[in-house]
């Protein structure tokens, strides 16, 4: 079943995760969703379409004090939610 979606992150800090700040489940982070063993997860969520939104969060990625583990953002189209 198809649904929707929306997402607005402002002004948040995500930290420490084991996995990435900000994780969608399509094609290009997929192999980042396999890597985590999540891969059943992605095969059996439901699509969907949205939107998501924001502005000045606080997404640390690898090598970055209080990284999370697998980077900051994915897909990367989604850095627009650190800036501003």
Excluded at 18 to 36: D, F, H, M, P, Q
Excluded at 54 to 61: E, R
């Amino acid at each position: 079943m198809w649904g929707d979606a929306t997402l607005a992150l402002n002004d948040s800090t995500v930290v420490r995760s084991g996995e990435l700040g900000v994780l969608t489940y399509c094609e290009e982070c997929l192999g980042i969703i396999l890597k985590r063993g999540i891969g059943r997860a992605y095969s059996t969520a439901d699509g969907f379409a949205g939107s998501i939104t924001g502005s000045g969060n606080v997404l640390p990625g690898v090598g970055e004090p209080d990284a999370n583990q697998m980077g900051d953002v994915c897909p990367a189209s989604l850095r627009f939610l650190k800036e501003g």
